[in-house]
């Protein structure tokens, strides 16, 4: 049964704090991927990787960054909390996917996080 | 810029056809796929079209036309456990997806 986890259902943070979300996928995914979720907005993409090391930005990266180590493993940070950034936030992983083909992507359970 | 859009909210009851509309404007096109989400849970993957046309999956079917960037989601025989958002998203890219800001259905009794 493919999996993808988060470290943190729910997460309550201060401003200013650093926050580290962790997300592990057991598929032997090449890409991975962070989206945050609130209400009306859908998801939107923070960052995405397609390999170990690499790293794109999404169309909302200001405030974040990542890590990715490790294939399995893709890391979502927050350098300095704030409470705008007080979302939902969903890992996602999928094989990659070329022009006529798809490969669907596996999202993780999410996190809510809460910046005080 | 890129966009989707998509009804925010859409109501049928147990047992009708609802149609779920996605339009898009992307510098790319790799394909429209849709996406299930039911309250607290995780997106989970329902159909992909990357050619024009119909696409089937039981109760479920998906429609593309790339000429007119639009395209549906169809649910059949509706059932309670269809009340979930229903999300559209398109492959801009190899690797970028982008989501629609999801369609909220409601299955009435």
């Known amino acids: 049964d493919v999996k993808v986890t988060q470290s943190s259902r729910y997460l309550v943070k201060r401003t200013g704090e650093k926050v580290f979300l962790e997300c592990v996928q057991d598929?032997?995914?090449?890409?991975m991927f962070w989206y945050r979720q609130d209400p009306g907005l859908g998801l939107r993409l923070i960052y995405f990787?397609?390999?170990?090391?690499?790293?794109e930005k999404g169309d909302i990266p200001e405030g974040y960054s990542v890590s990715r180590e490790k294939k399995e493993r893709f890391s979502l940070i927050l350098e300095s909390a704030s409470t705008n950034q007080t979302s939902m936030y969903l890992c996602?992983?999928?094989?990659?996917?070329?022009?006529?083909?798809?490969?669907?992507?596996?999202f993780g359970p999410g996190t809510r996080l809460t910046v005080l | 810029g890129q966009s989707l859009e998509q009804p925010s909210e859409v109501t049928a009851v147990e047992g009708a056809i609802v149609q779920i509309n996605c339009t898009y404007q992307?510098?790319?096109?790799?394909?429209l796929s849709w996406y299930q989400q039911h309250d607290g849970g995780a997106p989970t993957f329902l159909s992909y079209?990357?050619?024009?046309g119909l696409e089937e999956t039981g109760r479920f079917s998906s429609f593309l036309s790339r000429s007119d960037s639009y395209g549906y989601l169809l649910l059949q025989e509706l059932q309670m456990k269809d009340s979930a958002s229903y999300f559209c998203?398109?492959?801009?890219?190899?690797?970028?997806?982008?989501f629609g800001t999801g369609t909220r259905l409601k299955v009435l009794a």
């Open positions: 996602a992983s999928s094989s990659p996917s070329f022009r006529g083909s798809y490969n669907e992507q596996f």
């Open positions: 598929m032997d995914h090449e890409n």
């Open positions: 990787s397609y390999d170990v090391k690499m790293k």
């Open positions: 992307t510098s790319g096109f790799y394909g």
């Open positions: 079209n990357g050619l024009d």
């Open positions: 998203a398109v492959g801009s890219g190899t690797y970028k997806y982008i």
